[in-house]
């Protein structure tokens, strides 16, 4: 068998009390294209972690009256706990205070310096300590603020080591050029070009005015800019460090770097850069989503008003919030949070619409049937209908899967549960069932209905992965009813199946509340 591999990572945050919904996104929609590629017969890897070095962190530690060192070990329990309340069943977690990084970072040092392409000189000019960046002085204008995120910039002016990036514009150029889908959506793709185009300056690589960092190995007075540092995370995970890396021979390069749209540019123009120079393959796809937005703009800090996953999952549940992130967050594109808006997507979708089809169809059964599944008897044309809609959506939502399309992905699949409703209403099997000569009749619709359930739960699976297990206790579906694509296939419900009604699986929520 072919052996297929998918190896994809998450930005490494910077590790604060403040994780919002806009990190979730990105770490829920990873996972999710991970669990599909894997019912599709992938070997995965899923790489996420956190960014620990440079003046950010250590200014975070000094204002919290820890060591960085201390600030990042409790930073790091809280990242990682959050992950696992949301069934993010990342792979590894990589941290950057790691000895295997350190180690990958300063080989990847190494072999840029030995190719000639850094050198000893002084920067003088703006830097963001938010967003860990240098700008010019025209990028900061009158007022000397960040570009990106608006906070105000400092002045530095040290020696250091700069990476000769100017090089390499030409070939960054033509790889884009030669790789469509290098950089996606084609939004991002074209203005990384136009930037690419309007000129590349060397990159400064080394700070020497605080020492939270990894030290330059030819110079210890310097540490390494905390974007070389990062950057480096997705090939030191796989053992990049070392003589033998079979995780490294396996999986790079990278089929997919995923990150929200404001670090793009890290990710298209310096990461492929420092790879071209030390001779490592470029990562395949760079995705590049939108950003989750509040009526009243961004979240910041700064702002007080970030979305803490933890609270709407103690309210909702995970399975909505996943859901939520993944269907109203438009692939490549913004998209808005209020709570009003989750919970008017939880009731219309998950309680109103999919709730009810398996409330519904498994009632009939055990009411109709004593609770086990009838034989299907023969198949009328709105049957066949409601079975061709099934593989049409099925169709529509693994190419919109692969897309990343999330949102496409899960409106199609509940095209196929708002059909089931309405093949409800139109096959009225409560008539049939005061009709004692339509009992074969009445079977056929309710197997087609569990049916729909069945493949409608696991189309969703990579979003809500918790979701199958409390509908299969219902349905009497095999626990692993929803392992590989080809499950999706009709004909999965068996005569003589046990089905039994249990507590709703979506209830409907008041809100206000
Ligand atoms: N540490 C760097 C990344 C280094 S990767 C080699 C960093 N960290 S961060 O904590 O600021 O996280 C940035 C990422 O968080 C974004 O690219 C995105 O994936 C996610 N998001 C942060 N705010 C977001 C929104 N409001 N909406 C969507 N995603 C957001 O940058």
């Not at 010019?136 to 020696?159: F, H, M, N, W």
């Not at 979305?307 to 109203?328: C, H, N, Q, T």
């Not at 409800?424 to 569990?450: F, G, M, N, Q, Y």
Request: one cysteine or more; a negative charge; glycine letters at 6%.
């Amino acid at each position: 068998m072919e052996n297929k591999r998918f190896y994809i990572t998450t930005p490494i945050y910077y590790p604060s009390a403040n994780a919002h919904i806009g990190h979730a996104l990105t770490t829920v929609l990873a996972d999710a294209m991970t669990r599909y590629k894997r019912m599709r017969g992938y070997c995965t890897r899923f790489l996420t972690g956190i960014d620990e070095h440079g003046q950010k962190i250590a200014k975070a530690a000094a204002a919290a009256g820890k060591s960085p060192q201390q600030y990042v070990d409790d930073m790091a329990e809280l990242w990682r706990s959050l992950w696992r309340v949301l069934l993010i069943g990342n792979d590894d977690f990589l941290r950057t205070t790691e000895d295997r990084h350190i180690r990958g970072v300063v080989k990847l040092f190494d072999a840029i310096y030995q190719k000639g392409d850094i050198y000893l000189s002084r920067y003088q000019g703006w830097y963001c300590v938010s967003c860990e960046a240098y700008f010019t002085e025209r990028q900061v204008g009158a007022g000397y603020l960040c570009p990106d995120c608006g906070k105000s910039v400092e002045v530095i002016e040290e020696e250091s080591y700069f990476f000769r990036m100017s090089k390499y514009q030409d070939d960054l150029l033509r790889h884009i050029a030669e790789n469509p889908d290098f950089i996606l959506p084609q939004s991002r793709r074209n203005e990384m070009i136009n930037f690419v185009r309007g000129g590349l300056e060397d990159l400064c690589i080394s700070r020497t005015s605080f020492d939270w960092g990894i030290p330059v190995p030819i110079n210890e007075g310097h540490v390494i800019y905390v974007w070389f540092d990062a950057l480096s995370n997705y090939i030191t995970a796989l053992g990049y460090a070392e003589d033998d890396a079979p995780a490294f021979d396996a999986y790079w390069p990278a089929d997919i770097h995923l990150m929200a749209k404001d670090i793009i540019r890290f990710h298209t123009v310096i990461w492929p850069i420092m790879l071209i120079a030390a001779g490592i393959p470029l990562p395949k796809q760079v995705f590049g989503h939108g950003w989750v937005l509040l009526d009243s703009g961004k979240m910041s800090k700064s702002l007080g008003n970030v979305i803490d996953p933890l609270v709407l999952i103690e309210k909702y549940g995970v399975a909505a919030l996943r859901y939520f992130l993944l269907r109203d967050i438009p692939s490549g594109q913004d998209g808005y949070y209020s709570e009003s808006a989750l919970v008017a997507r939880i009731n219309a979708d998950l309680a109103n619409d999919f709730g009810n089809l398996v409330s519904r169809s498994v009632a009939m059964v055990e009411r109709y049937f004593a609770g086990l599944v009838p034989a299907v008897d023969a198949y009328l044309p709105v049957d066949l209908e409601l079975r061709s809609l099934a593989e049409e959506v099925t169709l529509e939502a693994g190419t919109l899967m692969d897309r990343l399309d999330f949102s496409g992905a899960l409106a199609a699949a509940f095209r196929l549960v708002g059909r089931a409703n309405k093949y409800i209403d139109e096959t009225a099997p409560w008539i049939l069932a005061k009709d004692p000569s339509a009992r074969e009749r009445l079977a056929t619709v309710l197997v087609c209905l569990l049916e729909t359930v069945r493949i409608a739960t696991i189309l969703l699976a990579p979003a809500m992965p918790n979701i199958p297990a409390l509908v299969w206790a219902q349905t009497g579906h095999r626990p692993d009813a929803c392992e590989h694509w080809e499950q999706l296939a009709w004909g999965g419900t068996e005569a003589g199946q046990k089905v039994h009604k249990g507590p709703s699986i979506f209830p409907r929520i008041e809100f206000p509340s």
